[in-house]
């Protein structure tokens, strides 16, 4: 019997929680969100029609919490829960609980999900429905490791059998190091998804990413919506994903689309779902895994066929046959997602590091043209409890060179300020020709270094340095009380230049300018920047031209941090005091938190000789975890964290004196 849904929780935060709101209300359907208490004022809350605190931070107080999400719906009056992605969304036990309470679940049915939410499962259900698998086996306490793994075959895949997102997850390429990656994919699963199991399948090198996007409504109708090409990915995570696949044709794509079609039949599939499979260069491909829930790169399958998934979800969990809509779908142009991380990308002995950042989001601006996806506005606090996803931008082009060149030229032109991005390494990426001749797998951002991907253009660093130093003078002239009428960098004598200090990540730059009847003079770190004409300057804007060429220059300053950004790119500078507090400089040999987080191992203590190179603190941000280790040789002069202790980004977590025990 059909069954309308009059008003929608959502079980989950940030911007799926306010994408199913913003369906939810076109339909006419009143919203509930439940928020922790870092959520309090974010925007998804203030969208929804009413909202229930869940009280607490880490996900296991709150959005893990299917006793209080049940009973937010009862207190006000909900007849039905959309779980979003990630946390409760795959949990077989939270549908039924779901059911149970007289509420309907916007997914699959609790049998479905039980046996699609563990992934060793679900392989046993596809090899049995003739679905080609790889090989793989399940890690329990008895478990023969060594044995195991050379059972599998190396290099191998640690898994964490409930959850994704990366989360979980190790590449393992020897014996040696199966017992660490396996305790520690562990730890990030019971983190991530309350669970602990996981398990080993082989690891195929550099294949394509390709998933299947299924639906499937209550009267046994199920079908499939074309194939989205998710292979490049950082950490085992998505971070670029279009639709359709570069590397599929019609033959292709009618295979997939038959396999992913028969799989959800094989399992009495209902709802929105994705069958993923890895695909090598031949054109053979393994089933990997069912999604039982929305993906996040959802949009890009919406935007080449028109149709909405979450109204889809909604209509089918209100018992509505799948529409003709549905059933003649077709892929019109190409779609491109990118998701916008909150992390800085950096090498960290000899490694990229893709390091968690957390802070006030000043400004969060994306030209238009595009759809943006976001869980932020400006003065979101970005905190280190979540998934570091703070939105997605997606472009639709008739062409996939035309949504690759509209999504890159949005995001280089976007103004985002205050907390660090990956948006750099994205548009590298995009305008990457290996990129753009569709030769994208798993293996790119081991074939392309990311902080070159991500690194600005020649001389945008020094542009941006320049121009924040003017509109810095340019604010004090309009702030000045004596002598207002005069104009900016007029002095009765000869005088010196200003000089001025910023930091721009690891990097020191030294700007020294002087403003004189003959126009502008700039040098950075004591080397004249040639051809620069000073054509004006406000606090906010400073137009220059350089050897002919004129930009217009954007400067947001808060406190000591100025954003500036131009047609080059976006470049964070953090102005330095000229007097520093001695206190401030931290002691030679000091390990320093790359991020906030948790202190989840402390592996050395004082007294102890170390090696370069050797873990020392762990430490848990974001749901993943980053092993801080000893810069040198030496001997551990003092350790001031302990277990579960909460760090800053920059806090001293150790120090390592560089002479060891032998040597004193």
């Not at 925007?43 to 893990?64: K, S, W």
């Not at 689309?257 to 599939?269: D, E, R, T």
């Not at 809509?325 to 990229?352: K, N, Q």
């Amino acid at each position: 019997m059909p069954r309308p849904i009059t008003k929608l929780l959502v079980a989950n935060r940030g911007e799926i929680a306010a994408r199913a709101m913003r369906t939810a209300h076109a339909l006419g359907i009143s919203t509930v969100a439940v928020f922790s208490d870092p959520d309090a004022d974010a925007p998804f809350v203030a969208l929804a029609d009413e909202a229930v605190r869940l009280p607490g931070a880490a996900p296991a107080d709150t959005y893990l919490r299917a006793d209080a999400i049940i009973e937010a719906a009862r207190a006000t009056g909900a007849d039905a829960v959309h779980p979003g992605y990630g946390f409760l969304s795959e949990n077989a036990a939270f549908a039924r609980a779901c059911a149970e309470a007289g509420l309907v679940f916007v997914g699959p049915p609790p049998e479905v999900i039980a046996s699609m939410g563990s992934k060793i499962e679900a392989k046993s259900l596809m090899a049995a429905a003739g679905v080609p698998v790889l090989p793989g086996a399940t890690v329990t306490p008895e478990t023969d490791l060594r044995a195991v793994g050379e059972r599998v075959g190396f290099p191998l895949l640690v898994k964490a059998a409930f959850g994704g997102g990366g989360r979980g997850m190790r590449v393992v390429h020897d014996a040696d190091e199966l017992t660490e990656a396996v305790q520690g994919a562990r730890r990030e699963a019971a983190a991530a998804f309350g669970d602990a199991t996981v398990f080993l399948e082989r690891y195929v090198l550099d294949p394509r990413h390709v998933e299947v996007q299924i639906l499937a409504d209550t009267h046994g109708c199920v079908v499939h919506l074309f194939e989205r090409e998710c292979s490049i990915q950082r950490r085992h995570q998505k971070i670029v994903e279009e639709c359709p696949s570069p590397a599929v044709d019609d033959a292709l794509r009618e295979e997939l689309g038959a396999a992913a079609v028969a799989a959800g039949k094989a399992i009495g599939y209902v709802g929105a779902g994705t069958v993923e499979f890895v695909l090598a260069a031949d054109g053979t491909f393994h089933f990997l895994e069912v999604n039982t829930r929305l993906q996040v790169e959802h949009p890009v399958t919406e935007l080449v066929t028109g149709l909405d998934l979450v109204e889809l979800q909604l209509r089918i969990a209100e018992g509505e046959p799948l529409p003709a809509a549905v059933l003649d779908a077709r892929i019109s142009g190409h779609a491109i997602e990118a998701r916008l991380y909150a992390e800085t990308v950096a090498t960290v002995d000899g490694e990229t590091a893709y390091l968690p950042a957390t802070g006030v989001l000043h400004r969060f601006a994306v030209p238009p043209g595009v759809r943006v996806d976001a869980g932020v506005v400006d003065g979101s606090v970005v905190g280190p409890h979540y998934d570091p996803m703070v939105a997605k931008v997606i472009a639709h082009g008739r062409t996939r060179a035309d949504a690759a060149r509209l999504l890159a030229r949005a995001l280089a032109g976007a103004r985002i300020h205050g907390v660090a991005t990956n948006r750099d390494l994205l548009v590298g990426i995009l305008r990457e020709q290996e990129f753009l001749a569709g030769r994208t797998d798993t293996g790119y951002l081991t074939r392309h270094d990311p902080v070159a991907l991500a690194a600005p253009p020649a001389g945008a660093v020094a542009l941006h340095a320049a121009a924040a130093a003017l509109a810095g003078q340019a604010e004090r002239r309009a702030a000045a009380r004596v002598l207002a009428a005069m104009p900016s960098g007029w002095r009765n004598t000869a005088r010196g230049p200003q000089h001025i200090t910023y930091t721009c990540g690891e990097r020191t730059l030294e700007v020294a300018y002087r403003l004189g009847r003959e126009g502008v003079t700039v040098d950075l770190d004591g080397e004249p920047l040639p051809g620069l004409r000073l054509l004006g300057a406000t606090p906010e804007q400073v137009d220059l031209e350089v050897a002919g060429v004129r930009r217009c220059v954007a400067v947001h300053r808060r406190g000591d941090a100025v954003y500036v950004d131009s047609a080059l790119g976006s470049t964070e500078l953090v102005e330095v005091p000229r007097f520093r507090d001695p206190s401030e400089v931290p002691r030679s040999g000091s390990l320093r938190a790359p991020m906030p987080g948790t202190v989840v191992r402390v592996l050395a203590e004082a007294g102890v000789v170390v090696a370069a190179g050797q873990p020392l603190v762990v430490l848990e941000a974001m749901k993943m975890e980053h092993t801080v280790a000893a810069p040198v040789d030496g001997t551990v002069a003092a350790v001031h964290v302990t277990l579960g202790d909460q760090v800053d980004t920059g806090q001293v977590l150790a120090v390592v004196s560089e002479e060891t025990e032998e040597g004193t």
